[in-house]
């Protein structure tokens, strides 16, 4: 075995979003809940390895899967400071107290140090120099704002 894996900061990132879209309890094969589509309307990236924007266009597909957790399914373009895009596909579990959630469910800020939200970032890069996020495991930790969500992205080394 080779030991405990460690983590290596890459970026935080502050992500703005918009109203969601309320698509309503859904059923299906694989799913069941309440669909929540949240549009993501730009921001930026900042840290040793990336740094750039949030491109507008993307989104967070959620799915409150009960009155104290959601699935949070993310995909949108980060556009580096070199000009580089970046495919980032963002799976992420957010938990609290059904009164936490239902906070956030109505825009209504709540510490982010209560809830339970982390992630599972995956990339695709159009710059043969970024392949490395592309070789590694990421994980990252999320705070939801009325606004924005903030994250911090970690490699797994």
């Known amino acids: 075995?080779?030991?405990?894996?460690?983590?290596?900061?890459?970026?935080?990132?502050?992500?703005?979003?918009?109203?969601?879209?309320?698509?309503?309890?859904?059923?299906?094969?694989?799913?069941?809940?309440?669909?929540?589509?949240?549009?993501?309307?730009?921001?930026?990236?900042?840290g040793a390895h990336l740094n750039g924007v949030v491109m507008a266009g993307g989104a967070d597909f959620q799915l409150l899967v009960s009155d104290t957790a959601a699935e949070l399914d993310a995909r949108y373009i980060l556009e580096l400071d070199g000009g580089a895009k970046v495919y980032v596909h963002n799976r992420a579990i957010r938990r609290g107290t059904p009164e936490q959630i239902s906070r956030l469910f109505r825009g209504e800020a709540v510490d982010p140090e209560a809830l339970y939200f982390r992630c599972m970032p995956s990339f695709e890069v159009s710059d043969?120099?970024?392949?490395?996020?592309?070789?590694?495991?990421?994980?990252?930790?999320?705070?939801?704002?009325?606004?924005?969500?903030?994250?911090?992205?970690?490699?797994?080394?």
């Open 1 to 46: 075995m080779s030991g405990v894996p460690k983590l290596e900061h890459v970026c935080d990132l502050t992500v703005q979003v918009g109203a969601p879209l309320e698509a309503g309890p859904v059923r299906g094969l694989n799913s069941a809940g309440l669909r929540r589509i949240i549009p993501i309307t730009g921001g930026v990236v900042r």
């Open 128 to 157: 043969g120099q970024l392949r490395w996020l592309t070789e590694s495991v990421f994980i990252g930790t999320g705070a939801r704002y009325p606004d924005r969500v903030e994250m911090a992205f970690f490699r797994v080394l």
